[in-house]
Structure formats: structure tokens, C-alpha cells
């Protein structure tokens, strides 16, 4: 089935392509792109690569901006995937949802509108396990945001690799936050992935923290090869 997939950047949205890869095709990227980080649906650090990513994978990327609020934003996303029917011939979508009924519903009823399978293959993944994947298949991921108590500085940039995980576990266990950051906890920004033909250096970048909220922001970037 041809799919689109609704891309984020993050590992969730490039782990769903992943496994997508192995039974359909992915004709295009969908990226929605929020004028703040107040945006309830859509990822927000570093949205801006999405399309140096779409670049390393090979694949087209349609890209919609969206003003805040969810009509707004649930406008924008019916826009960009009528879009991508019309210039694709998409008949179904990916996303990364794992355990956001308010996401997942939404994406549905967008793709509902269109007739399109809305295609989740990672919801009620366990967490844990999301994470030590993208590690066992050679995924390079960092944090790229944190949202929540206690997640300090010292994440902001990390690589998520098998210490990274052992101290999200640790503070997952002692406060409740999220192991894969679903309930917003953190975001993060894919490199590189097993399906990119090109990897992502960053070559400049900005940290910004205050009161256990940041961004890794990323200023420059270029591609190399594998």
C-alpha cells in the first residue's frame, strides 16, 4: 500500500516508517510545522530538519504550517494530507502514536475524512522496549527538548543510547514520567536511522534551560555519507 507518513523528525515517527518499510511503501513525508511549542499535537524542536531528513532518506516531504490551537491545527493536517493524496496518490498514513488517545483520535478522524487507513504500528508498544529498539537497530537519536520535572540540562543533546535509557528508567520508577516521553516529557531528533542513505552532523547549536524546560536547538547541520 502506498503510505504517507506523518513525520515529526522524532524517533517514534522514524521508528513507525521503519517498520512500515517492511510491508508498504512510503511515497511521502508529512510534516506539520508549529508556529510554537505550545502545539498539543505536533512536535515542535528542530522541526525544521525534517527536511534535511527527507533529503537523507530519498523521499519527498510536504511541509504545512499550522497556527496554535487544535481547529487550527487539525485544519492544516486535513490540508496537507489532501495534498499529498492529490500529488502522491497516498492511500493510507503512518504515525507514531504509542499511547495519546487525544493524537491517535484525531489522526484518525483527519484520515477518516480523506478515506485513508490511518496505520499506528507502534501504539501500546511498551516504552522500554521502543527505546532499546531504536538502540539494537543503529538508530542515532538525541533529546532534543525536555518538558517536565526532574529531566534536567544534562539531557538536552544526549544520545539515547543504553545509559541514557538506565537513567530515564531510574527516574521513571522514583517520579512517573514517561519512558518514551509520551505524555510530552521530551522530544527528540533522529540523525540517523537503518532506511536514511545519508546521516545527519550537527555542526552548530544552542542549548536553552530554565526550570527543567529546553531545546536543544539546532542552528546548522549538514549531510554525510554512510
Given amino acids: 500500500m502506498r503510505l504517507g507518513a506523518l513525520f515529526s523528525g522524532g524517533k517514534d515517527s522514524c521508528l513507525a ?23 498539543r499535537i505536533f512536535h515542535y524542536p528542530n522541526i525544521w530538519v525534517t527536511r534535511f531528513q527527507a ?8 511541509q504545512v504550517e499550522t497556527e496554535d490551537g487544535e481547529k487550527e491545527e487539525l485544519s492544516s493536517l486535513y490540508r496537507a494530507l489532501k495534498l499529498a493524496v492529490k500529488k502522491f496518490r497516498i492511500e493510507g498514513v503512518v504515525t507514531g502514536a504509542i499511547r495519546s488517545v487525544y493524537q491517535a483520535s484525531r489522526f484518525q478522524r483527519t484520515c477518516a475524512k480523506l478515506k485513508l487507513w490511518c496505520f499506528n504500528p507502534l501504539w501500546l508498544m511498551d516504552q522500554t522496549e521502543i527505546l532499546n529498539e531504536i538502540i539494537r537497530e543503529g538508530f542515532q537519536v538525541i533529546i ?13 543533546g544526549k544520545h539515547i543510547n543504553h545509559e541514557t535509557v538506565r537513567r ?32 545527519i552532523e550537527v555542526t552548530d547549536y544552542e542549548v536553552h534551560y530554565k526550570d527543567y524546560s529546553g531545546i536543544f536547538k539546532i542552528k546548522n547541520l549538514r549531510l554525510t555519507d554512510k
Fill in 168 to 199: 530515564i528508567l531510574e527516574l521513571s520508577e522514583k517520579y512517573g514520567i514517561s519512558v518514551a516521553g509520551e505524555g510530552g516529557e521530551m522530544e527528540t531528533t533522529v540523525l540517523d536511522a537503518p532506511f536514511f542513505r545519508k546521516r
Fill in 17 to 39: 516508517i521503519y517498520k512500515a518499510l517492511k510491508f508498504h511503501e512510503i511515497s511521502c513525508l508529512i510534516s506539520l510545522i508549529p508556529r510554537s511549542e505550545e502545539s
Fill in 144 to 156: 532534543s527538548g525536555i518538558f517536565a520535572y526532574p529531566l534536567d540540562e544534562s539531557f538536552l
Fill in 55 to 62: 533529503e537523507a532518506m530519498g523521499l519527498p516531504i510536504i
